[in-house]
């Protein structure tokens, strides 16, 4: 099969299904907002960082074993594949239940750590409590959307997180608008459209047994010093979105005030959105690059690489232009043109946040070529950068400086860095490979 139709064939499913969830989330806030209150956008804001941990735990886990997987396939080593493959479900399912009973436990803590404030406590414990009821769900869904993409089934990917997005859209509209649950029940809308997918994703696995299979597997723990460091890039990828979310709602909440709270709630959905197509790209080649590293052939995985570059680039650049000039019909999803100063305000700082779309790309794709290379130092060190280094240290030191401004002025300023430290991995990758050969080991490189 040609490569660039094969790039578009993974590429594509992956971007779609990320722009399904991503477009799901958006319109939980607008029944929210519509249904509840700005008060009550803002507690689902808040609960966001929460809802990325549970997705963060799920993509560390299932972005490692592709990778392992995606590896042992092109190897030809099934049974292997499949032994990881049916290990990580067991251990997926059983950190998330820690979890879940450690936040069920502590419920009041957490969302007071996630900056509730007493106007929304309430609804910050709702939104958690039920979200932490269905975290098994997000992250087996999530790990089965994954392997099916490694499996070579990319569309089946994309139909399970398209019924998902549905039945949350639905529910959320019953629940919200028709029953008048608010708050728990648009979370409740959110959990039993997971348990959706995830029906979906295990259906396809019982009637699919040709490659990868759901069955016994023999326990092999130290895999995971692989998989982890593997995982790390695309979990804090996520994670990072999460933390950006909290960074921000603290920073506003002590610089700003509460109504910003509301604003930072729509740029953070439109961030997902964004966010989510460039990680949707990386995750639509990491099984391919992963498959031909495997085969020892490296230069099929560059190619793969240029063509994800240039899909970046005209995300990036399509991303800023719609965003720039289409941010008061985007602020109107959630704000009636009549709240005034809050629409206005709301409208400027989504432009002022705007240039970040055209950078934050390229650093998410090359910490996922990174991963898919088994260089995990490489791809650790952007991401962690990218998410939690540079973006605490530029809001802190901005927002000390120039303020309100300095806030908005934060996510540029650390993307740009990071894009800096990228450049850098880059090069030392390329000089890496000139000293030692096109078939020098990954762990070498």
């Known amino acids: 099969m040609n490569l660039r139709r094969r790039f578009f064939q993974f590429v594509i499913p992956s971007i779609v299904s990320m722009w399904i969830f991503s477009l799901y989330t958006m319109v939980d806030g607008m029944f929210v907002s519509h249904g509840v209150g700005e008060r009550a956008l803002a ?3 808040l609960s966001m960082p929460f809802t990325s941990l549970v ?3 799920g993509i560390l886990l299932a972005t490692g074993t592709s990778t392992v997987i995606s590896i042992a396939l092109g190897q030809e080593d099934l049974d292997r594949a499949r032994n990881y493959f049916n290990q990580n479900l067991c251990v997926t ?11 069920l436990l502590n419920l009041e803590q957490v969302a007071l750590f996630l900056g509730a404030t007493p106007a929304t406590l309430g609804f910050v414990k709702q939104y958690v409590g039920v979200i932490a009821c269905f975290a098994v769900f997000f992250t087996i869904s999530y790990n089965l959307e994954v392997q099916v993409k490694a499996n070579g089934a990319p569309q089946v990917s994309t139909i399970g997180v398209f019924a998902c997005a ?3 859209m639905g529910l959320d509209a019953l629940f919200v608008l028709g029953f008048g649950w608010g708050v728990w029940g648009a979370a409740l809308a959110t959990g039993l459209a997971q348990v959706t997918s995830t029906a979906i994703f295990f259906i396809y696995f019982f009637t699919h047994r040709e490659r990868l299979r759901l069955g016994r597997f023999t326990p092999e723990p130290g895999i995971y010093r692989r998989i982890v460091p593997l995982g790390l890039s695309d979990g804090l990828s996520e994670l990072s979105n999460g933390i950006v979310i909290f960074l921000f709602n603290l920073t506003i909440l002590r610089v700003i005030g509460e109504d910003a709270v509301v604003s930072y709630t729509i740029i953070s959905y439109v961030n997902t959105l964004v966010l989510m197509t460039m990680i949707g790209t990386t995750q639509g080649i990491q099984p391919l690059v992963s498959f031909h590293l495997g085969a020892g052939e490296r230069e099929i ?3 793969l690489l240029r063509c994800g570059l240039m899909l970046i680039l005209l ?4 991303a800023f232009a719609a965003v720039w000039l289409g941010a008061g019909g985007i602020v109107g999803l959630f704000l009636p043109t ?9 409208v400027g700082a989504l432009r002022q946040y705007a240039p970040v779309f055209l950078i934050m790309g390229f650093n998410v794709l090359m910490a996922g070529f990174f991963t898919a290379v088994e260089r995990p130092a490489a791809s650790f060190a952007i991401s962690f950068s990218r998410g939690l280094v540079l973006l605490a240290g530029c809001l802190a030191v901005l927002s000390a400086v120039w303020g309100e401004r300095g806030v908005w002025a934060a996510p540029l300023a650390s993307e740009s860095l990071c894009l800096v430290l990228t ?3 880059s090069l030392r990758y390329v000089r890496a490979l000139r000293r030692g050969g096109k078939d020098v080991r990954p762990e070498e490189a």
């Open 338 to 346: 009549g709240e005034g100063g809050l629409f206005a305000y709301s």
């Open 166 to 168: 549905l039945m949350n």
């Open 315 to 318: 995300f990036s650049v399509g």
């Open 93 to 103: 399912a059983g950190i998330s239940v820690l979890l879940a009973a450690a936040v």
């Open 43 to 45: 507690a689902v804001n």
């Open 423 to 425: 450049a850098g991995l």
């Open 301 to 303: 995985c560059h190619k």
């Open 55 to 57: 997705f963060t735990l």
